[in-house]
């Protein structure tokens, strides 16, 4: 008997969770059909019945229902030796797939298949910086990191992990790339000779643009001779590496205090940011748009690229215009309620 139950045992085991699955809720029917047919005065009704064997596997046995005569009694036996065996072997494979799908997520081997998150692809600490900034402007955005490496590198439930190679069309489509709001490339700091790495940002950005063009695209540059190649392959943005520091120390020498200045509009976590802006419909021209939001404590600096647009007020504003203002996340709010509504 022992041996034929360690037999059993390891058949079972090798079952495939679905055939197991199927052969619990069998068991479940066949036994509380047979009880209820054994003993109908018993249990008074099916459900009952189930309600017996269920709470007998669970070896919790309340007492209000129990087996009276001597099949009832061989049945509760055999409910014994196989239904708490088999109710135990359905828990150990719940806690085993939770298991192995916590070690998959870590492990990066999960396909992602959420809508409008951003991909942040080669981890660096630039990269770590920046799902920081993130998540305190948008905490209930979804990251996904693509990236070579063997182990998850940020834990946090809106982050998601992608292990393998992003320039391979296979690894950006786990990584849900086709409906991806933003894709950020870092520059890849483990590579020694920086063409290298701009060569590898750039095979990673052709790929994305043929997969999924319609994907804002942001590249981290190394070399300023570079930029006319990934303007070839329509990246929508790039960022010179370094170049906003140097930028900054340069002001910060001629200019005492006003680092300061970009500090805060380079992080949404103090102070004053830039944001964009709809335009009103009463908003006829820059006129009237800057002095709407002056009185409502924003301050209209550009419309896109245009920074220019404080010494020409008096024209109308463009069909496609997209204003930027600068102020805080409350009269931001403020102001986006009042032009929806």
């Known amino acids: 008997m022992p041996l034929f139950l360690h037999t059993l045992s390891l058949k079972l085991l090798r079952l495939k969770n679905s055939a ?27 459900f009952n019945a189930l309600y017996w064997v269920m709470t007998t596997m669970a070896t919790v046995g309340y007492g209000d229902y129990f087996a009276h005569t001597f099949a009832g009694k061989v049945l509760t036996l055999f409910i014994y030796v196989f239904g708490i065996g088999l109710l135990s072997l359905i828990i150990g494979k719940i806690i085993d797939s939770v298991s192995q799908y916590h070690r998959q997520r870590r492990a990066g081997k999960l396909t992602y298949s959420g809508k409008q998150h951003v991909i942040f692809i080669n981890w660096s600490k630039k990269a770590r910086y920046a799902v920081d900034e993130l998540l305190t402007i948008s905490p209930a955005t979804h990251i996904v990191i693509i990236d070579a490496i063997d182990q998850h590198p940020y834990e946090h439930h809106n982050v998601h992990f992608v292990s393998g190679d992003p320039s391979s069309s296979d690894i950006l489509e786990r990584a849900g790339i086709a409906s991806a709001k933003a894709a950020i490339i870092f520059a890849d700091y483990r590579i020694d000779e920086s063409s290298l790495v701009d060569g590898k940002s750039l095979l990673i950005a052709s790929s994305i643009e043929s997969i999924a063009p319609q994907v804002h695209t942001t590249v981290e540059i190394m070399l300023e001779k570079h930029i006319h190649n990934f303007k070839h392959v329509k990246v929508n943005e790039f960022v010179l590496s370094h170049d906003a520091v140097a930028r900054l120390a340069v002001r910060s020498a001629l200019n005492d205090g006003s680092v300061e200045i970009f500090t805060q509009l380079l992080s949404r976590q103090h102070g004053a940011d830039v944001f964009p802006i709809p335009v009103a419909p009463e908003w006829k021209t820059y006129e009237d748009a800057f002095l709407s939001l002056l009185r409502q404590g924003a301050t209209l600096i550009s419309d896109r690229g245009d920074m220019s647009i404080n010494t020409k007020l008096n024209a109308p504003i463009p069909a496609n215009a997209k204003l930027f203002v600068v102020c805080d996340v409350d009269v931001y709010q403020t102001i986006t309620k009042g032009v929806r509504a």
């Open 20 to 46: 197991i699955a199927i052969l619990f809720v069998a068991f479940l029917l066949i036994l509380s059909t047979l009880a209820y047919w054994l003993e109908p005065e018993t249990f008074e009704s099916w």
